[in-house]
């Protein structure tokens, strides 16, 4: 049997690859979501190819996804993408066509209809607990990181441990600077500048380490789970088959799948724009917060029919085996590996790894207390609050092959960055 990659065979992704290729370097390539798509699937397809063939990186440093990722970014770094098609590949994954987005929204629908009804509401329970382990966790290593290289107690958690843990770019490192800002007077610019770039090197570490956690918990399988749950008693809770598993469906069952996972997607939204923000503007609440809500109340009263739950798991794991090089190739693009290069000091390095080592450990043994699996604590409730936001929640799920998470991991964006915008603007005014 040949071997086939993503489904085709040598010969004809070769040819595939030459033509996109060319088309775009003759600037012919539609700047369409059709050309964006193609360029992207060739990118990432043959960077995961080779990133999973490279001993110990295949392992042990995040494999196919790291590469389409880091390989993406050293290609715009080189300008051997053409500009034109770097604003094309960053317009597909973000803003205007947000790629990202729907990819975000197919997982959270399927990830949480396809949970056990009381599995769900239990490990949800003792999710913030978790988050808030790795917050901990994270401070402590970081000031003691912070001691050795000089850095005042104060400064490693407004610099270094605030941005890193704050839930990305746009619902942390961007909403700090502006409360830097209004409390201290300073320039929002000159927080963010730094703030960005410690997040970029300590993303990179966290998706190191979802690699690395993944082998740990191949190596040692009581310290993690099915890579779904979270619950350490979960084949206590569900006693039962879950009908979703083995009805039948058809090919029209996934339209309404999509349309249904869309729907409360624009439910959050509008919730979160309409409602909330007009009671407690003050303390906003992302549209993937209250979208997770309402999936998990749909879940939970068992509304949603079991042909519609097994479709909506069906088109998760497509996204998540197949467009997930569309969502690395695109956040390689927006990486500057200049800005990067320059935040790389011996000590930003360090008490970046020490921050990511506390998230891990802190969500790690709290998330034990409360009855989760260890690892996959680790994974969703420390790395993924340790990130980039939503891309980076990605990146750290796929290196360590928990997709089935994501629901998880967009509390810790979510929820968990709220929770650290709102001790922000108590630390900033008491240490600054």
Same mark, same amino acid.
């Given at each position: 049997?040949?071997?086939?990659?993503?489904?085709?065979?040598?010969?004809?992704?070769?040819?595939?690859?030459?033509?996109?290729?060319?088309?775009?370097?003759?600037?012919?390539?539609?700047?369409?979501?059709?050309?964006?798509?193609?360029?992207?699937?060739?990118?990432?397809?043959?960077?995961?190819?080779?990133?999973?063939?490279?001993?110990?990186w295949n392992k042990y440093i995040g494999g196919g996804i790291l590469m389409a990722f880091l390989?993406?970014?050293?290609?715009?770094?080189?300008?051997?993408?053409?500009?034109?098609?770097?604003?094309?590949?960053?317009?597909?994954?973000?803003?205007?066509?947000?790629?990202?987005?729907?990819?975000?929204?197919?997982?959270?629908?399927?990830?949480?209809?396809?949970?056990?009804?009381?599995?769900?509401?239990?490990?949800?329970?003792?999710?913030?607990?978790?988050?808030?382990?790795?917050?901990?966790?994270?401070?402590?290593?970081?000031?003691?990181?912070?001691?050795?290289?000089?850095?005042?107690?104060?400064?490693?958690?407004?610099?270094?441990?605030?941005?890193?843990?704050g839930g990305g770019n746009g619902a942390g490192a961007v909403p700090l600077s502006q409360i830097?800002?209004?409390?201290?007077?300073?320039?929002?610019?000159?927080?963010?500048?730094?703030?960005?770039?410690?997040?970029t090197i300590a993303n990179i570490f966290a998706i190191i380490a979802g690699a690395i956690l993944?082998?740990?918990?191949?190596?040692?399988?009581?310290?993690?789970?099915?890579?779904?749950?979270?619950?350490?008693?979960?084949?206590?809770?569900?006693?039962?088959?879950?009908?979703?598993?083995?009805?039948?469906?058809?090919?029209?069952?996934?339209?309404?799948?999509?349309?249904?996972?869309?729907?409360?997607?624009?439910?959050?939204?509008?919730?979160?724009?309409?409602?909330?923000?007009?009671?407690?503007?003050?303390?906003?609440?992302?549209?993937?917060?209250? &979208? /997770? *809500?309402?999936?998990?109340?749909?879940? =939970?009263?068992?509304?949603?029919? +079991?042909? $519609?739950?097994? @479709?909506?798991?069906?088109?998760?794991?497509?996204?998540?085996?197949? &467009? /997930? *090089?569309?969502?690395?190739?695109?956040? =390689?693009?927006?990486?500057?590996? +200049?800005? $990067?290069?320059? @935040?790389?000091?011996?000590?930003?390095?360090?008490?970046?790894?020490?921050?990511?080592?506390?998230?891990?450990?802190?969500?790690?043994?709290?998330?034990?207390?409360?009855?989760?699996?260890?690892?996959?604590?680790?994974?969703?409730?420390?790395?993924?609050?340790?990130?980039?936001?939503?891309?980076?929640?990605?990146?750290?799920?796929?290196?360590?092959?928990?997709?089935?998470?994501?629901?998880?991991?967009?509390?810790?964006?979510?929820?968990?960055?709220?929770?650290?915008?709102?001790?922000?603007?108590?630390?900033?005014?008491?240490?600054?």
């Open positions: 049997m040949k071997k086939k990659y993503f489904g085709l065979e040598l010969p004809m992704l070769l040819i595939i690859s030459v033509i996109i290729i060319f088309a775009t370097q003759m600037g012919i390539l539609s700047q369409d979501l059709a050309g964006g798509f193609a360029l992207m699937l060739v990118i990432g397809i043959i960077f995961y190819e080779i990133g999973e063939r490279i001993p110990i390989g993406t970014a050293v290609l715009v770094y080189f300008n051997l993408i053409p500009e034109d098609y770097v604003a094309l590949i960053d317009s597909v994954n973000s803003k205007p066509m947000n790629f990202l987005n729907l990819f975000i929204i197919m997982l959270i629908t399927g990830s949480i209809l396809g949970l056990n009804r009381d599995l769900m509401l239990k490990s949800f329970a003792g999710y913030l607990p978790t988050i808030l382990g790795g917050v901990i966790g994270a401070a402590i290593l970081g000031i003691l990181g912070g001691l050795i290289f000089g850095v005042s107690p104060a400064n490693t958690v407004l610099k270094y441990v605030l941005p890193i843990m830097y800002e209004r409390v201290t007077g300073d320039a929002a610019s000159n927080y963010y500048g730094f703030a960005i770039s410690i997040l993944n082998n740990i918990g191949n190596s040692k399988p009581n310290l993690t789970g099915d890579k779904s749950t979270l619950l350490r008693d979960a084949s206590e809770i569900i006693s039962d088959e879950d009908e979703a598993d083995t009805v039948k469906i058809s090919i029209i069952d996934y339209c309404g799948a999509i349309l249904l996972a869309l729907t409360f997607y624009q439910l959050g939204k509008i919730f979160s724009d309409l409602v909330w923000d007009k009671i407690v503007p003050s303390v906003p609440i992302h549209t993937f917060a209250w &979208m /997770i *809500l309402f999936v998990a109340i749909a879940n =939970g009263t068992g509304i949603i029919p +079991a042909s $519609l739950r097994r @479709a909506a798991k069906d088109v998760q794991k497509f996204f998540t085996k197949n &467009m /997930i *090089l569309v969502i690395m190739v695109g956040v =390689g693009a927006d990486t500057s590996l +200049a800005e $990067l290069f320059a @935040a790389i000091t011996l000590g930003n390095v360090v008490m970046a790894l020490l921050i990511v080592v506390g998230a891990i450990f802190g969500s790690a043994i709290i998330g034990r207390m409360v009855g989760f699996y260890p690892i996959d604590a680790a994974v969703t409730a420390g790395l993924c609050m340790a990130n980039r936001g939503g891309s980076g929640d990605l990146a750290v799920l796929g290196a360590a092959d928990r997709m089935g998470l994501i629901s998880y991991a967009q509390l810790s964006s979510r929820l968990g960055g709220g929770i650290i915008l709102v001790i922000g603007s108590i630390l900033f005014g008491l240490l600054m």
